[in-house]
């Protein structure tokens, strides 16, 4: 069955120092990924995705992610973490083979940054 | 430019009773769709549509129902409310069907089914 998996649910990184959110998934063939965001009491925000090309791929507020194939990863990360990154991260796949439309979302993972 | 707008932002309901959730998008968005957010659970479909006019299920469809009369607008039914509803439901929206688009989010529903 395709599943992703954020194995992590909870993120400490102090503030300044790199931080990496995993993400792993089981989709065959060439799959799509994305990464959103969600702070407190708000919709997800979209911050980057991989599609096809080069496997580090640039998005909003800083952040990057570097697709791996042989690992089946696209673990989200920054260089230097702000306490304002402080949110829960969806990673969301989506087989470009499928009829139905489906993104398939991880559990979440909380990042918090302390200052 | 307002996105994707939802209401109410929070309700309360009695088992049983029945209420719309409210979606609209003003950036002629072709595909919308309505998940439900649960701890731990990560994101369900319950529905999308593809176009005015057509609506198909998603993961989770049982006990709700949608119309996509206008491209702006996509109503979420419950039907006869149970506790089990109790969730957090959000629309989304991407500019098309095409698999590699980014949805865009409303900000959310809190719904409490007692």
């Known amino acids: 069955a395709q599943s992703v998996a954020q194995p992590e649910d909870q993120v400490n990184v102090a503030e300044g120092n790199p931080l990496t959110v995993k993400c792993t998934y089981s989709?065959?063939?060439?799959?799509?990924l994305f990464w959103y965001v969600q702070y407190p009491n708000r919709g997800l925000q979209f911050l980057l995705k991989?599609?096809?090309?080069d496997n580090l791929v640039k998005g909003s507020y800083g952040f990057e992610a570097e697709f791996n194939k042989s690992q089946t990863s696209f673990h989200l990360k920054k260089p230097s973490a702000l306490v304002s990154d402080s949110a829960l991260y969806f990673c969301?796949?989506?087989?470009?083979?499928?009829?139905?439309?489906?993104?398939?979302w991880g559990a979440g993972t909380k990042l918090i940054i302390k200052p | 430019n307002a996105g994707v707008t939802q209401t109410p932002k929070f309700q309360v309901l009695k088992t049983g009773q029945s209420m719309t959730l409210q979606c609209a998008q003003d950036?002629?968005?072709?595909?919308m769709s309505w998940y439900r957010q649960d701890p731990g659970m990560g994101l369900r479909l319950i529905h999308y549509?593809?176009?005015?006019?057509?609506?198909d299920q998603g993961e989770v469809p049982n006990g709700y129902n949608v119309s996509r009369s206008t491209t702006e607008d996509f109503p979420l039914r419950l039907l006869s409310a149970a506790p089990s509803q109790t969730s957090v439901y959000f629309c989304?929206?991407?500019?098309?069907?095409?698999?590699?688009?980014?949805?865009?989010f409303g900000d959310g529903t809190r719904l409490s089914i007692l």
């Open positions: 989304a929206s991407s500019y098309s069907a095409d698999r590699n688009q980014p949805q865009h």
């Open positions: 950036m002629n968005h072709e595909y």
């Open positions: 549509s593809v176009g005015a006019g057509i609506t």
């Open positions: 989709v065959s063939g060439n799959p799509y």
């Open positions: 991989y599609i096809t090309g």
């Open positions: 969301a796949v989506r087989d470009p083979r499928d009829s139905n439309y489906q993104l398939i």
